[in-house]
T-cell receptor
């Protein structure tokens, strides 16, 4: 079984530039999560999807962040424009049931904003 | 008060010793509890889950849950240098959202 696939692995951009991250969940996992992990901290939820519906986006900074999950499979997280404080690892995870049995994380995208 | 709290460490133990990692949580109605291991530069990996009070053992790992005290722990017996990592406690709420602690860094010295 293929795991959660994320790309790119690393991204370095200048502030005020846009950036996008892509995630392909494990086949059959209807729930998809985007988390952000700052250095030395635990992951923090940005948005959770049930199929194609965003059911929890309360922590997503909507002025600059957007996400979509077309057809309830792949998902894209976008930041526009990026700020220095957005430097972090962006983790995608998926689960078969709504997190009841834990998540499987992808390898993450390490974003550096300079 | 943070929703999930862990000692940030680092916790240093000699090889072969028992490592004890602790976690407290604030939401009394939490239903599910997880321990993730995260090696430096890698993503979190689920190693233990526990849903009811008591102990759950899996190899060298034992998770302990006390809902009355809102306390979760992870014991690692016969610690190995390969166990050196950050251990994240995660608590699931009724909506299926996992809330993570800040992690405890464990260092096992040969």
């Amino acid at each position: 079984e293929a795991g959660v696939v994320q790309s790119p692995r690393y991204k370095i951009i200048e502030k005020k530039q846009p950036v996008a991250f892509w995630c392909n969940p494990i086949s059959g996992h209807n729930t998809l999560y985007w988390y952000r992990q700052n250095l030395g901290q635990g992951p923090e939820l940005l948005i959770r999807y049930e199929n194609e519906e965003a059911v929890d986006d309360s922590q997503l900074p909507k002025d600059r962040f957007s996400a979509e999950r077309l057809k309830g499979v792949d998902s894209t997280l976008k930041i526009q424009p990026a700020e220095l404080g957005d430097s972090a690892v962006y983790l995608c995870a998926s689960s078969f049931l709504t997190g009841s049995y834990g998540y499987t994380f992808g390898s993450g995208t390490r974003l550096t904003v300079v | 008060q943070k929703e999930v709290e862990q000692n940030s460490g680092p916790l240093s133990v000699p090889e072969g010793a028992i490592a004890s990692l602790n976690c407290t949580y604030s939401d009394r109605v939490s239903q599910s509890f997880f321990w993730y291991r995260q090696y430096s530069g890698k993503s979190p990996e689920l190693i233990m889950s526990i849903y009811s009070n008591g102990d759950k053992e899996d190899g060298r790992f034992t998770a302990q849950l006390n809902k009355a005290s809102q306390y979760v722990s992870l014991l690692i017996r016969d610690s190995q240098p390969s166990d050196s990592a950050t251990y994240l406690c995660a608590v699931g709420n009724q909506g299926g959202k996992l809330i993570f602690g800040q992690g405890t860094e464990l260092s096992v010295k040969p």
